[in-house]
């Protein structure tokens, strides 16, 4: 879920598969636990691609079949933390502001 082009092709692969997209749920999720000057940027890094930017890869691929079909549902998990944030999850916080926006 970190890579755009495999986020997109397995939507793909899904509308190959069953004929349609109906719907997408979006709920990878990973976390990393550190205060904001120790968070190393490769956790942040993997934290948003994983978090949020797959979310808008799946979505992306996904509309245009949900279009041609007449319809469908997008389901975006978030939790908690995209209403309030908590220590040391500086990421993870923010990539689920992000689903929630």
């Known amino acids: 879920m970190s890579k755009p082009a495999e986020c997109r092709a397995l939507v793909a692969k899904a509308a190959e598969s069953f004929g349609s997209?109906?719907?997408?749920?979006?709920?990878?999720?990973?976390?990393?636990v550190a205060p904001v000057e120790e968070f190393p940027i490769e956790k942040w890094d993997a934290i948003i691609a994983i978090n949020l930017s797959s979310a808008f890869h799946t979505?992306?691929?996904?509309?245009?079949?949900?279009?041609?079909?007449?319809?469908?549902?997008?389901?975006?998990?978030?939790?908690?933390?995209?209403?309030?944030?908590?220590p040391f999850k500086s990421a993870y916080v923010a990539a689920k502001h992000g689903i929630i926006g």
Not at 21 to 32: E, F, K, P, R, T
Not at 59 to 73: D, K, Q, S, V
């Open 59 to 86: 979505i992306a691929a996904a509309i245009p079949l949900m279009r041609e079909a007449g319809g469908g549902r997008i389901v975006n998990i978030a939790s908690a933390h995209g209403l309030v944030a908590s």
């Open 21 to 32: 997209v109906d719907i997408l749920v979006n709920n990878a999720g990973i976390q990393h």
